[in-house]
Structure formats: structure tokens, C-alpha cells
């Protein structure tokens, strides 16, 4: 009798234990509804795994794990916000959510995020960069646009769509790298980026809008890795300095000699590139180089305190040896030479 008695005693215990072990090792992602302070003042409120609002919110705002999304307009205006960091589990910023936030800094963005709406950092002027996860597909229309202080962006691996109007008068903002999942840029997305100098296209692309670039007026460097685009809207590359656009040599649809956006397409040979820690000029790891061209067509990179003094191959870098002609068989990688002015000034090197 106790023999049966422990046995039965033992199976309840079991699947109480069971039940104890998997809620230690699966807490809930739920956040608890409140207030919550922000780290220079001011609150913010969630509600339902949502940031609903805030309240005067200055300094660093640290989004919970758990919080799904945080609604239209709840942080607009908040004009002393300097940092945000935002949780893994956040899928959605809503439509105007960080509107005129304009001491805003640095953004980390979660991994899980997937949708940026409409004019949610519109007007954010203090923001210098942007690194996007992979997860975000889209990106909505007016989303950052009078970012006038941004430099530099940072695209995840499965971004689709660049809404319209979505970088619009981003001022400052130097180069592209556009990733190879984007297929949709719409009209005016990067319209008035002035000091934009070159843009890097992805094999992807399929649409790209009415006036996506124009007055981009230091445009030098336009380089296609894909099919020609189906859909050319009006008047893309209005106003920019270049007169030419590169493809890569073997894509279909293109021309030789042909046009797009106004301007004159000609084949490329791919160029692996390394910047040596430089910034500016072309920030991929490739270029383009028409055929029959020259290294020297390549957007030059800048280095602090430092001279660019052309491109060398990886074997002669260090003896000094420049590329000028590139092989057309074997393109190989150029790596950026630079040395201090004062050298450059006793090398005679302009």
C-alpha cells in the first residue's frame, strides 16, 4: 500500500515540476502597463505591449523587451529626446512616432523590427547615422526626411521598399550602398540629397520613382549591379553632375551608349575595392569601372589627417606601385593609398 501510495504521489509530482521548469524557462513577453521614466526626465506609457504616448521625455529612452510596436505620434515633438533604444521584440513604429525630435543622436535599433511608418523621424536634425536591421522591409514615406545632418546609412540585408519623399532634403548624407533585396524606390525618396556623390544599386531593383534624385547635385557616381529597372519614372537624376551611368557588364536590358533617367548608360567591370578604413567616396566593397576606363574614375575616399594618393593593387601597396589601367580579365582588388600631406607635398603628389 505505501508502495502504490508513493508511486501515485510521484506522478502528480512529475507534471507539477514539469509545469514550474517551463514557466522558469518561458517567462511571459507581456510588459507591464505604466509609466515609465526617461533617463533626463519625463515619462513615456505603454499599454498593451504598445508605447501609447509620452510626457516631456528628455535624454535616453530605453524601450523594454516585449513592447511590440510604439504608436503614431508618441514621442513627437519631443524635442530633448537624445538616444533611443529599442527592443528586439518591436515589429512597427508607427506614423509620425519621432516627428521633430530634434536633439535625437543615435538610434539602436531591435532585430525584429519590420515597418518604419510615415514621417516617424521627420525633422530628426541631430541624427548623423543609421544602421537598420535586416528584418525591416519597409520604410515609409517621409520617414526621415529633413534628416539634414545624416551622413550615413547603413541598409539591412531585407529591405524591399524606400517610401516616397522618405530622405528628401537629407543634406549631408555622402554615398549609397543600396542592398540587393530593395526592389521599390518611389518618387522624390532622395530628392535634394546635395551632398550625395555616388549611389551603389542592388541586384535587385526593379522600380524606381519619378524625381528620386534629383538635385542631387554632387552625383558623380552611379552604378548598377542588376537588371536594368522596369519602371523609370520622369526626371530621376535631374540636376546631378554625372553625365554617365555604369552597369555591370553580363545584366540584361541595358544598352550601350543607351539611356536611363536622362543620362548615358555604358558597361562596367566590378571592381573589389578596400578603403582602408577611409571614409566617403564609394563606401561598398565594389565599384564599377567602365570599360576600357581608368582606376581614376573611382570616387576617392577621405581619411583623417591623411592624403588619398590613388588606388594600387594588393600585391605592390606597400611598394609604391599605382593601377591606373584596369585588366579587363582580371580586375583583381585596388586597395586606397594615402600618406601624410606633408609627404605628399615633398613627393611633389597633388
Known amino acids: 500500500m505505501r508502495e502504490l501510495a508513493s508511486k501515485k504521489l510521484l506522478g502528480l509530482l512529475i507534471p507539477i515540476s514539469l509545469i514550474i521548469s517551463l514557466a522558469v524557462a518561458s517567462p511571459s513577453s507581456a510588459v507591464a502597463d505604466g509609466t515609465y521614466p526617461c533617463g533626463g526626465g519625463g515619462t513615456y506609457t505603454i499599454a498593451s505591449n504598445i508605447v501609447t504616448s509620452s510626457s516631456s521625455c528628455a535624454g535616453s529612452a530605453v524601450i523594454p523587451e516585449g513592447v511590440t510596436s510604439v504608436s503614431n505620434s508618441a514621442f513627437e515633438n519631443a524635442t530633448s529626446l537624445t538616444s533611443l533604444t529599442l527592443p528586439n521584440s518591436l515589429t512597427t513604429i508607427g506614423n509620425y512616432a519621432f516627428k521633430n525630435t530634434s536633439s535625437l543622436t543615435t538610434i539602436n535599433f531591435g532585430t525584429g523590427l519590420r515597418t518604419i511608418g510615415l514621417v516617424a523621424f521627420e525633422g530628426a536634425t541631430a541624427l548623423t547615422s543609421l544602421t537598420l536591421p535586416n528584418s525591416l522591409t519597409t520604410i515609409g514615406n517621409y520617414a526621415f526626411r529633413n534628416t539634414s545632418s545624416l551622413t550615413t546609412i547603413n541598409f539591412g540585408t531585407g529591405l ?174 585596388l586597395e586606397a593609398g594615402f600618406i601624410p600631406p606633408e609627404l605628399a607635398l615633398v613627393l611633389g603628389i597633388n
Open 160 to 333: 524591399r521598399t524606400i517610401g516616397a519623399v522618405a530622405f528628401e532634403n537629407a543634406t549631408a548624407l555622402t554615398s549609397l550602398t543600396l542592398p540587393n533585396s530593395l526592389t521599390t524606390i518611389e518618387n522624390y525618396a532622395f530628392k535634394n540629397t546635395s551632398s550625395l556623390t555616388t549611389i551603389n544599386f542592388g541586384t535587385g531593383l526593379t522600380t524606381i520613382g519619378a524625381v528620386a534624385f534629383e538635385n542631387a547635385t554632387s552625383l558623380a557616381g552611379i552604378y548598377f549591379f542588376g537588371n536594368k529597372p522596369t519602371t523609370e519614372g520622369a526626371n530621376i537624376f535631374g540636376n546631378v553632375r554625372a553625365t554617365n551611368i555604369l552597369y555591370k557588364q553580363g545584366t540584361t536590358g541595358w544598352v550601350s551608349a543607351g539611356s536611363f533617367g536622362g543620362l548615358s548608360t555604358y558597361p562596367g567591370i566590378e571592381i573589389t575595392l578596400n578603403n582602408n578604413g577611409a571614409t566617403g567616396g564609394n563606401t561598398g566593397n565594389s565599384a564599377l569601372v567602365q570599360v576600357g576606363g581608368s582606376a581614376d574614375s573611382i570616387p576617392q575616399p577621405t581619411k583623417s589627417g591623411l592624403q588619398f594618393t590613388g588606388w594600387f593593387d594588393t600585391s605592390s601597396l606597400l611598394n609604391g606601385k599605382r593601377v591606373t589601367t584596369i585588366d579587363t580579365n582580371n580586375p583583381g582588388t
